[in-house]
T-cell receptor, first 113, second 118 residues
């Protein structure tokens, strides 16, 4: 596609429920990144995928967070047993392996009630 | 670990005037990249400008330019002829320039909210 696409745009859930956030990267981009942006803060790195290599999960805040990516296509970020502190905007970015410019989607705003 | 500090939470500028946003960073690395991203209310992060640390020449992109002071670890953004569409959050970000664990992560400051006043 022309840009990074994320869905849903907004998600409201109840504490304790599981949620799935989707990211569709720019076609041809081998690298994919997830970031979290809490209200009034900068972005925090969560996870990185590069082609078929093992992902770097070092930024995931707890074992309730997981992400998958099949090849160089869509990625899904899953948050299990959501807590109120998980409320944030979750941003996805993609890049080529050659140029280190990350292109971002519009994010998913997650609200945990 | 790298840190990025933006000391101006909010700024305002009159339309057509010039404004400078500050950014300082801390790293022990000698080779890295610095970025300014813009985040309008639509939430999408848009790259404004990129600087490679090994280049002494300051990067420019149309009305946007940077003042990169490597020794001082300072990376300010100057916006000339400010336009209403420049109203947004601006984030300074750092990335290491080697291939290795964590090298691809962007480390962000907390942002500066810029308002352009008509």
């Amino acid at each position: 596609g022309a840009g990074v696409s994320q869905s849903p745009s907004n998600k409201v859930t109840e504490k304790g429920k599981d949620v799935e956030l989707r990211c569709d990267p720019i076609s041809g981009h081998t690298a994919l990144y997830w970031y979290r942006q809490r209200l009034g803060q900068g972005l925090e790195f969560l996870i990185y995928f590069q082609g078929n290599s093992a992902p770097d999960k070092s930024g995931l805040p707890s074992d309730r967070f997981s992400a998958e990516r099949t090849g160089e296509s869509v990625s899904t970020l899953t948050i299990q047993r959501t807590q109120q502190e998980d409320s944030a905007v979750y941003l996805c970015a993609s890049s080529t392996s050659v140029v280190n410019i990350q292109y971002f989607g519009a994010g998913t705003r997650l609200s945990v009630l | 670990a790298q840190t990025v500090t933006q000391s101006q939470p909010e700024m305002s500028v009159q339309e057509a005037e010039t404004v400078t946003l500050s950014c300082t960073y801390d790293t022990s690395e000698s080779n890295y990249y610095l970025f300014w991203y813009k985040q309008p209310p639509s939430r999408q992060m848009i790259l404004v400008i990129r600087q490679e640390a090994y280049k002494q020449q300051n990067a420019t992109e149309n009305r946007f330019s940077v003042n990169f002071q490597k020794a001082a670890k300072s990376f300010s953004l100057k916006i000339s002829d400010s336009q209403l569409g420049d109203t947004a959050m601006y984030f300074c970000a750092f990335m290491m320039a080697y291939s290795g664990a964590g090298s691809y992560q962007l480390t962000f400051g907390k942002g500066t909210k810029l308002s352009v006043i008509p």
